[in-house]
């Protein structure tokens, strides 16, 4: 059996060493149109950052290294430039010598990656605007580095590469500015969780700006660089643009394999393509997302190595399957780790699924151990059945092994009952005796079960302006003057038993606190004294920083989509 195998990284390299090690026998060939295969494209940021010293470790194996150990025939700088599937053979252009061959396979596995995304700005081709995609890349944002020692960068694009990017920069002595169009950074999250992540950039001497797009990239006298939104200027030495990637599938949409919409190459769960001799994997695919069940493109390093793995399997014979990707990813920025896993609200809105969320703050481990910190969590779950959809953590410690957990959730369809029911390792070092994935368990549970009904943050401007319900307070007197709800009442839960009186029982109440833990509390002790009553998901902390938010960023008040 001989298999080309096109693109030499993620699930091509990945691909390739699974299939020797099932068949000894066979004709292994990996192209590259690259100068380097198996490089760890995830380590690139770090790279460019300094944390990653030297360049050698971001080469996980070389062509050399890949033959003595696998006895593959691995051709860098080789790009397959056409595929004639009738012939059963790839036509190879050597980028060496520009000279052009063929190569017949029996099976063919396509793993050519996604591209970033080049928005059609004016101004955008310039030699100081770069994207990060490789080695080759990285070396021009190093050497540009290097001549020019530029005293400030733009990121266009606040993503996970995009913030890695704006991290690595500012530790190597940049003033960075992040400009992001939506209204949030990281589009797996949902606005409010976003916010906190904003604060911490913020706080890093981290220029943000939301909301805003940048729509021409023009000189300024000065020698710098301006880009231009509908609202400002933004000065800089160098722009980094990082909007997302896009399926690389020419080569696959030239030789005629069924695309999706978005050009991703539709496969079957063998990563087979509408050609039963050639396989697909990696950022070049469509998976389905399994928790709407609906087509998805999910470009993460996981998926794609798993699918090189399983499209080796099927020619070998090995029926394995690849079910499906939750999208579970995460970032660390500086001190700070954000992860997301599922679907987002935005996701679950757009699936028409009936869903409803929790907040939680959660300590990393038992309070009293010292180092806790806290990670603030939301989980996403479907009302009637519990079925958790999507989480977002954000802290500084044991957000990895959360988020972790609840994937492992998520993809098994696991409900709220099931995530009070984990036996979780514990030691106060390590965790509390209910972990936080145990306790988001729980609030949901309570939830489901009609023991509290919640409100959201959202829902505040409505309530604030309505006459026939109780706003409560039952923080302290001294925090409820630091800020509080409009026209909110404020009885601090440990005298709320004695001063029942004061409440009237015709009207809803909706009870906040600090963080949603008293307010729960409250709202037991309401309901069963005869109150129809409710508690604020994520509290005033949640809603406080959710409104100075959207104060601070002018452009999203004007209704854009949070
Ligand atoms: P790639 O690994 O991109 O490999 C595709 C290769 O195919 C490329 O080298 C390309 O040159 C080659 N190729 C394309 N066309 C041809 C052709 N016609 N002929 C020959 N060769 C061709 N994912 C995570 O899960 N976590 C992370 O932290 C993370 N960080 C990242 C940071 C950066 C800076 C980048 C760029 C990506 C990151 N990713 C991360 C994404 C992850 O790297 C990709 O999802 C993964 O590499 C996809 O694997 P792939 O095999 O589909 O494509």
Redesign the pocket.
Known sequence: MKTVI???????ASAAARLRRLDESAEIIL????PYISFA??G??YYLGGEIKEREELLLQTPESFYNRFKIDVRVL????KIDRQRKVVHIKNLKDNTEYEESYDKLIL????KPIIPNIKGINRKNVFT???IPDTDKITEYIAEYSPRSAAVIGGG??GL?MAENLYLRGLEVTVLEKASHVIGSLDFDTAVEVHNYIRSKGINLILGEAAEEITDSPDGKTIIKTANREIKTDMIILSIGVTP?TA?AEDCGLELAPNNAVITNEHMQTSDKDIYA????VMVKNLVTGEPAHI????P?NKQ?RIAADNICGIKSVYKGSIGS?ILKFFDLTVAACGINERAAKASGLDYDKVFLYALSHAGYYPGARNISMKVLFENKTGRILGAQLVGFKGVDKRCDVLSAAIRHGFTAYDLEELELCYAPPFSSAKDPVNMAGFVITNIIEGIVKQYHWHDIDRLSKDENVTLLDVRTEREAARGCLERSINIPLDSLRDRLNELDKSKPVYVVCQSGLRSYIACRLLSQNGFDCYNLAGGYRLYESVTKEKEKTPSLQNGTEL
């Not at 192209?31 to 690259?34: A, N, P, Q």
């Open positions: 096109i693109g030499g990284v993620a699930g091509g192209l590259e149109k690259g494209n995830c690139l940021p080789s790009e397959a430039v793993s050519p990656g996604a990060l995609r490789n996970y590469i890695e690389d080569l994997v990696g950022d070049c470009p993460l390093a996981g794609a090189g990813a």
